[in-house]
């Protein structure tokens, strides 16, 4: 397949699904893995079909335990690999999401979020997952997780998880929701020679020398593909630099934290955010996916009635942009955080406030996005 055949350049009008699958295609995805569910069908649906133009691999398993499980055997293969799904279908794939965080293996995985919990609303919107993608597989390690808010934002933040999945070597999540995923705006395809692709880091030691979980400086470790003549021992174990088990505490000490410690170590380069009318604000939104499109109209009407309030958007969910919360609660009256779900980002706003700020929560158990009047109501709370 050649970059350009993989890259539909021009403007087209699409749902947020079929941009995702579009960036995975455009950022070099060769294998698709995934089983049909609500509200991300339409991700494998496309796949399907594009996959079969461009020479890919596409293969609908016979559940999400498995598709996770598949895509994590293709990027050792060297494919650059993805799966698309929704809460169930997440639920599923936490262990084999633990097993592509301990085995250090670059892919991505799109959630499109409804109602939960269990089968809840399988038509209808939800952001409930989102502490799932921070802590849903057992044991400690770091996370990348991006919040699109419209079907452009699918696009390309699809092909910057690709990008730091190569980078940081792990999986990355792209946490959408329904109405991104099944909202129709024009997406803006750039040509294949000005989209930027990090390719996988392949090391440049000879097979005799090469340890697959020694990491460079920036504690990531170098890859190669199976078939390129290096011995390779990848286990879901405790294990050494080799890839080999030594399930010890010594072994787990020098493994462990450093899942975690590459990504914080890195977050500053990694997070991103959209920020606007912070530099007097008194009162700061913060949002993301669907629900800061509904704070933007909230927001611009606090502003007509005389509020200083500004607005943040998480591109970056995961890691938590620590230090511009903390900076901002020093200087600010509130925050409001309206999620489609009981509580769940609020929790690191406070934190990272740490009662420098009223923290306010705008709740909605799901089906349905806010009421701009009832974001309103709390700007206009946190602001007396």
Request: charged fraction near 20%; aromatic fraction near 6%.
């Amino acid at each position: 397949m050649s970059k350009n055949e993989a890259v539909l350049t021009g403007e087209h009008f699409m749902n947020g699904d079929v941009a995702v699958a579009e960036g995975a295609l455009a950022a070099g995805c060769t294998f698709f893995a995934g089983y049909p569910i609500t509200p991300a069908t339409e991700v494998a649906e496309r796949m399907a079909e594009r996959m079969a133009e461009v020479g890919g691999i596409y293969i609908q398993m016979e559940d999400e335990i498995a598709s996770m499980g598949a895509i994590l055997g293709a990027a050792w293969g060297g494919r650059k690999s993805m799966t698309a799904t929704s809460g169930p279908g997440f639920s599923l794939m936490m262990e084999n999401l633990g097993l592509g965080m301990m085995t250090e293996t670059p892919c991505v995985l799109v959630n499109v979020q409804r109602g939960g919990p269990s089968t809840g609303l399988p038509t209808l919107v939800g952001q409930q997952d989102m502490m799932q993608a921070r802590w849903g597989s057992h044991g400690d390690y770091g996370v990348i997780a991006l919040c699109p808010n419209s079907p452009q934002e699918c696009f390309d933040l699809t092909i910057d998880a690709f990008n730091l999945s190569e980078t940081y070597r792990l999986p990355v999540l792209v946490m959408s929701d329904e109405v991104v995923g099944h909202m129709t705006e024009k997406v803006v395809i750039p040509p294949a020679e000005r989209i930027q692709l990090v390719p996988r880091r392949h090391t440049p030691l000879p097979p005799g020398e090469y340890r697959p979980f020694e990491p460079r400086e920036d504690l990531v470790p170098d890859m190669v593909a199976a078939g390129e003549n290096y011995r390779l021992h990848v286990t879901g174990l405790t294990h050494d630099e080799r890839g080999y088990p030594a399930v010890t505490a010594p072994v787990q000490q020098r493994t462990v934290p450093r899942l975690l410690e590459k990504i914080r170590a890195n977050a500053e380069r990694i997070v991103r955010f959209e920020a606007d009318g912070l530099e007097d604000a008194q009162v700061v939104v913060v949002c993301y996916g669907i629900t800061s499109r509904v704070a933007r109209l909230a927001v611009d009407l606090a502003r007509g009635r005389g509020v200083r309030v500004g607005i943040f958007r998480l591109i970056t969910a995961w890691p938590f942009p620590e230090r511009a919360i903390g900076e901002l609660s020093a200087r600010v009256r509130g925050f409001v955080v309206p999620e489609i779900n009981l509580g769940q980002m609020v929790h690191e706003v406070e934190r990272c406030a740490a009662g420098r700020a009223r923290t306010l929560h705008v709740g909605n158990a799901g089906g349905s996005v806010h009421e701009p009047e009832t974001i309103l109501a709390a700007i206009e709370e946190a602001a007396r």
